[in-house]
């Protein structure tokens, strides 16, 4: 072989030719080849490198089926169908329970209404309805009408109470019993939270009612009208706001074991500068519910209908339509017993979405769920800011 055989044998490729295929990135034709080159994919990579959330080495556990990471809106209302349908004999059998007691006593009382105003009112061609046919309907249907107000609230709230413990424990990964619910449940405090929240919301406009009627009696009319038109707006924005902010009380209610007044306090630290978005998924989660509310009571509320239960209080008729009144309260049992557990769910996965994203709720439910000493009252043991400014250890830095 000749030397210069030799020689061109023996030289090495420079950079940039050919049988030099890589480059450091960001250097053309240096000749050294690129991070993982030759390896197989992801190798050398962080884990989840690449992947979807919740997928890999770090993924967040989920001991109830919900993860326990700050949650999107998709994970807020899939958790909230998810967390029913894993104990469907506290969410949807207490729920049924419930709403059949509701509903029996409620159709007995509106069958009440009815008869009384077929028997005082009922009104035919020619009549005229005295002052003493009004009074005797009003002494029926006043009371009636107030045990429904009330017995509505009662149920309603024990319901949202009840659920909330259920549900909030069930993220941690713990089945609760009926009975168990109506332990720690907390329907006391509930119940004074539900009477705060009632009480603010009534007490908003008065301000504003007592000043059109005060300008309408000193004859200042054109005031009164502005006033009302500018207050009722400013009312009807602050009502909202104030609905929004307090959404979580209950949820601290029942999981921190706050009292009414300090847990409105706490729903409304927890909801600081997350308004819009808080009132976008509830009034998501409205629009949803009440959408499937509608379908599902439709086939009741048809044949209820065609029984003569549109009929009102002043009808001629000597007979009620019993059955009539019973269809449509069984396709209200029906509605609220799917869709109530779907609302309650939503405004505890917030309440816990918040207290994840603010005080790193997440990782210290990690840590319990990794030992697997979940007992349920984290939620009301973990850190929080201190009240009134007051200066404590600092908190862990997430």
């Known amino acids: 072989m000749s030397e210069s055989t030799e020689q061109g044998a023996r030289e090495e490729p420079k950079p940039g030719q050919s049988g030099q295929p890589y480059a450091v990135f960001g250097q053309p034709d240096s000749g050294v080849p690129p991070p993982g080159y030759g390896q197989p994919p992801g190798y050398g990579q962080p884990p989840g490198y690449g992947q979807p959330p919740g997928?890999?080495?770090n993924a967040a556990p989920q001991p109830g089926g919900i993860p326990l990471r700050p949650l999107a809106l998709g994970d807020i209302l899939n958790g909230a169908v998810t967390s029913a349908r894993r104990n469907p004999t506290a969410t949807f059998g207490l729920t049924a329970i419930l709403m059949t007691i509701s509903g029996v006593l409620s159709t007995a009382l509106t069958l009440i209404e009815r008869s009384a105003g077929r028997k005082t009112l009922g009104i035919t061609p020619g009549q005229v309805v005295t002052s003493q046919q009004v009074g005797q309907f009003l002494e029926i249907f006043i009371p009636a009408f107030a045990i429904t107000i009330v017995l509505t609230f009662l149920i309603q709230n024990v319901l949202t109470g009840l659920l909330t413990a259920v549900i909030g424990r069930g993220v941690l990964g713990r089945n609760v019993s009926i009975g168990e619910a109506w332990r720690v449940g907390r329907l006391g405090p509930v119940i004074g939270a539900g009477?705060?929240?009632v009480g603010l919301v009534v007490a908003v406009p008065i301000p504003v009612v007592l000043l059109v009627i005060w300008f309408a009696v000193i004859h200042l009319t054109p005031l009164a009208i502005l006033f009302g038109v500018?207050?009722?707006i400013a009312t009807i924005?602050?009502?909202i706001l104030?609905?929004?902010?307090?959404?979580?009380?209950?949820?601290?209610?029942?999981?921190?074991q706050l009292g009414p007044w300090t847990a409105a306090k706490r729903s409304w630290r927890l909801s600081s500068r997350s308004f819009w978005r808080l009132f976008g998924i509830l009034a998501l989660t409205g629009l949803v519910v009440g959408i499937a509310a509608f379908v599902l009571q439709l086939p009741f509320s048809i044949g209820e209908t065609a029984l003569g239960g549109s009929s009102g209080l002043f009808t001629s008729s000597a007979k009620p339509a019993v059955l009539a009144v019973i269809i449509g309260a069984i396709g209200s049992i029906v509605a609220a017993t799917v869709t109530r557990p779907i609302s309650a769910g939503v405004s505890v996965l917030?309440?816990?979405?918040l207290r994840m994203r603010r005080e790193?709720?997440?990782l210290v439910l990690r840590n319990a769920a990794q030992s697997q000493t979940m007992t349920g009252d984290e939620l009301a043991t973990v850190w929080r800011p201190p009240a009134g400014g007051q200066q404590t250890a600092a908190p862990p830095p997430w």
Do not use: H, N
């Open 55 to 57: 997928y890999g080495w």
């Open 195 to 197: 009477l705060l929240i």
């Open 230 to 232: 500018v207050g009722g």
């Open 237 to 239: 924005v602050f009502e």
């Open 242 to 256: 104030l609905v929004v902010r307090l959404a979580l009380t209950i949820p601290a209610v029942v999981l921190e």
């Open 350 to 353: 917030l309440y816990l979405d």
């Open 360 to 362: 790193g709720l997440d």
